[in-house]
């Protein structure tokens, strides 16, 4: 008999409860006890749909991100927040996000700390807090979360599967701040694993999921012993182990992977479907082998009968030693489906969200262990999902794919090398030393939220929604003018997202109303169905652009969203390579830059967000897809004239080891995240001249703190030691939608103020 499970469910909740939950209470609008009670709410919900499967997961909920909770299990939290007397979820909350809920009886709490630095967890747009390591960490285990939780699961009836974040993973994904050798760590580490392994054993679990995600990557010879020494330790507890990969292909660590001795290997199926027979061959008689056979991480309805082709003779080869589950954690997908009811009905039907992919792997389950006509209706139905949207005349469109070709390598050229272009752009804009500006977005406000949506139900025409956001802009560049900004931007009320704004108008995409995931902490993005050939219908925010600049004698920035960053933030449809979907998609921005142009704007910003995110996990495989995606944004970028600025903008990922490829995109200006990590991001350019100008951002947006002027100004001084100042600008380090105005004043403030310190500071130099 197959076992079926499940590696994690998403934590925000149907209706993002969590996301209200915990906003209300960093508001100081309800109490802790009323957060952890919706946590349990949620957990236990969420473990009452996935008992259709045989073992759940537990431990995967969490109240901001799973890394953090790890680090809080082992003891590891960052030395300024060590000592605090309060409530320990206040101090965790410190942590993510700089201060917590501004509780009287503990002040600290609310007394603002550094957040930890976050970026992308591996290749996908979930956002987790970075572990703070040095030489002299130390490890002690705090096992109560995940205790508690499997006692509650037991108490629910529930075949609980606690999960956790392997050590070798865990100290990989940290950055030692001190320079030294994480892995020199590990020695500490270990028995604090195996005590918490000791711990969930006697509260009842019988097998345990350790994630090893990095085992998909290319590993020295150093980290590929310590897989050995760890997991000959760790298999001495009593429990039983599931290892567990996903994201990518073994390559190079599969010999690794299937010799560690562990009572089980899972694999994501859909990424290393090619590596199923080598698995097979080398895979131990008395041991599990769990694959993820549906697709956790994008919305496609898996073709159950193809599936069952392939796991039907390796069934009856492993019997109960095989486990079938989604490829990786349902976390990077939406909740249910079944809200859609707007949803147009015939792509709606080629769509599976997490609720449906596990009706997937139960219905593989039932089919594998009683035989296919136990569920022959479920697998029809499927096969005529699929083969409809493989036969659709609405995904092909002959003009877009004829448009592709027409495309020439120099059309992803400027005129001009830099230095050039730069001339006449300084010359043409006249901007101080240090300019100030920032990345976009300026608060969405309740009030313009709530516009759009009167819109967007039909409560209010055309005309009064244009006189709406017309109001909000000019409130925006008023504001901007009296703090003095040098490149202002409209602010972007009338957008919903970055990238759902851009979808909604080019054909080729669709739109969920309920399709949430947690990018980070409350923050929840819904991202677009691309789901077939794309082009652009009409002009999509030169409107708006046009009549800021009418308000104002500074530079008004046109702001788009690149095709890059469009791609990695859609549900992408999987027909057709992804580069050529990022084609389509550039063709369409480019059509917007050079319209854009003609309109009189002279600075054009097209962000690139997700640049990095987009890397395969094995870096031998990094340089193919940087070869296309810098290719599609040189392409959305470079049809216009030498005087015309090109800014982009990336947030929230290690760029260093993608210096030459970030340079080769040839932007006039880059602003990059790199307040959270105190400028360390620019230590690339310790060994790398970058060519063109950079806006490292000084303010973390993400936090609630308000920087200082002399924290701005020591930042830049940082950045002035790797970069030459003339070719600095100053700004965010991202968009400021999600913050209130309240905040977003004193900052912006500062950093203006900081700006003319350091312009009297270099002039006098």
Same mark, same amino acid.
């Given at each position: 008999m197959a076992i079926t499970h499940n590696l994690g469910f998403p934590r925000i909740g149907k209706h993002r409860e969590l996301k209200t939950a915990l906003e209300s209470y960093w508001q100081g609008q309800s109490s802790a006890d009323a957060l952890h009670e919706k946590g349990r709410m949620l957990r236990h919900r969420h473990w009452a749909q996935q008992q259709q499967l045989y073992w759940v997961p537990i431990g995967d909920f969490s109240f901001y991100d799973h890394v953090l909770d790890m680090s809080v299990t082992l003891g590891n939290l960052p030395e300024r927040v060590r000592g605090y007397r309060g409530d320990a979820l206040d101090n965790y909350f410190r942590v993510a996000r700089g201060q917590s809920q501004p509780h009287a009886k503990h002040e600290?709490?609310?007394?603002?700390? %550094? %957040?930890? /630095? @976050? &970026?992308?967890?591996?290749? &996908?747009?979930?956002?987790?807090?970075?572990? /703070?390591l040095s030489a002299d960490t130390r490890f002690s285990l705090n096992a109560e979360r995940l205790v508690n939780e499997l006692e509650e699961a037991l108490q629910q009836g529930v075949q609980a599967k606690p999960v956790i974040i392997? =050590? #070798?993973t865990y100290l990989a994904l940290g950055k030692a701040k001190d320079g030294s050798d994480k892995l020199a760590l590990l020695d500490a580490l270990l028995p604090v694993y195996v005590e918490l392994l000791q711990r969930l054993a006697e509260a009842g679990a019988r097998w345990v999921q350790i994630d090893e995600p990095i085992l998909t990557t290319e590993l020295s010879d150093d980290w590929r012993n310590a897989f050995r020494t760890s997991y000959e330790a760790l298999v001495a507890a009593p429990t039983q182990l599931l290892l567990t990969t996903y994201f990518g292909r073994l390559g190079g660590n599969l010999d690794l992977a299937t010799a560690l001795p562990v009572h089980g290997l899972h694999v994501d199926a859909v990424a290393a479907g090619d590596e199923l027979s080598a698995i097979l061959e080398r895979w131990p008689q008395d041991r599990v082998l769990s694959l993820g056979v549906v697709n956790g991480r994008n919305i496609w309805k898996s073709d159950l009968n193809s599936l069952l082709d392939? #796991? /039907? =003779?390796?069934a009856a080869n492993l019997g109960e030693r095989l486990w079938i589950a989604p490829s990786c954690s349902l976390l990077h997908v939406p909740t249910d489906l079944e809200l859609e009811t707007e949803l147009d009905a015939e792509i709606r039907s080629w769509l599976a969200f997490a609720t449906q992919r596990l009706e997937e792997i139960r219905i593989l389950g039932q089919a594998l262990n009683h035989g296919r006509d136990t569920v022959r209706a479920e697998l029809a139905q499927n096969q005529a999902a699929v083969l409809n949207r493989r036969r659709s005349s609405r995904v092909h469109v002959p003009s877009v794919q004829q448009a592709l /070709?027409?495309? &020439? =390598?120099q059309w992803g050229r400027r005129r001009s090398d830099f230095p050039a272009r730069c001339s006449l752009q300084r010359e043409k804009l006249d901007l101080p030393l240090f300019p100030t500006t920032t990345i976009g977005s300026f608060p969405q406000t309740t009030e313009i939220r709530r516009t759009r949506r009167l819109y967007r139900q039909g409560r209010i025409d055309h005309t009064e929604y244009r006189h709406a956001m017309h109001a909000e802009i000019e409130r925006c560049i008023r504001e901007q003018e009296a703090l003095g900004l040098d490149v202002l931007v409209h602010g972007e009320a009338e957008r919903n997202d970055m990238v759902e704004y851009f979808g909604e108008q080019l054909e080729g995409f669709a739109f969920s109303r309920y399709g949430w995931v947690q990018s980070y902490g409350s923050r929840c993005v819904k991202p677009p169905i691309l789901f077939g050939d794309v082009w652009r219908k009409h002009a999509m925010t030169v409107e708006w652009v046009r009549y800021a600049q009418s308000l104002t004698d500074k530079p008004v920035k046109g702001m788009l969203t690149g095709p890059v960053t469009m791609l990695n933030w859609s549900f992408v449809r999987d027909d057709q390579p992804r580069s050529r979907t990022c084609l389509q998609l550039a063709l369409a921005i480019r059509e917007e830059v050079q319209e854009l142009e003609r309109a009189g704007v002279q600075i054009i910003q097209i962000d690139e967000a997700a640049l990095r995110e987009g890397l395969p996990p094995r870096q031998s495989e990094w340089q193919s897809y940087l070869d296309w995606a810098i290719d599609a944004f040189r392409i959305a970028a470079n049809g216009v004239a030498d005087e015309t600025q090109i800014h982009t903008h990336m947030c929230y990922s290690e760029f260093n080891d993608i210096i030459e490829a970030i340079a080769a995109m040839d932007a006039d200006v880059i602003t990059i995240e790199t307040s959270?990590?105190? @400028?360390? #991001?620019?230590? %690339?350019?310790d060994d790398f001249a970058y060519p063109n100008e950079i806006g490292p951002g000084v303010y973390d947006i993400h936090s609630p703190n308000i920087p200082g002027r002399d924290e701005i100004v020591d930042l830049i001084q940082k950045a002035g030691q790797r970069i030459p100042v003339r070719r600095l600008w100053i700004n965010p380090d991202c968009g400021l939608k999600t913050r209130e105005w309240d905040e977003v004043l004193p900052a912006l403030r500062n950093m203006v103020h900081a700006a003319h310190e350091l312009r009297e500071l270099y002039y006098r130099s």
């Open positions: 600290e709490c609310c007394a603002s700390v %550094a %957040a930890g /630095e @976050m &970026t992308k967890w591996f290749d &996908t747009n979930y956002h987790y807090i970075v572990p /703070e392997g =050590p #070798l392939t #796991l /039907e =003779p390796i /070709e027409r495309v &020439t =390598p959270r990590s105190d @400028m360390a #991001l620019l230590n %690339a350019f």
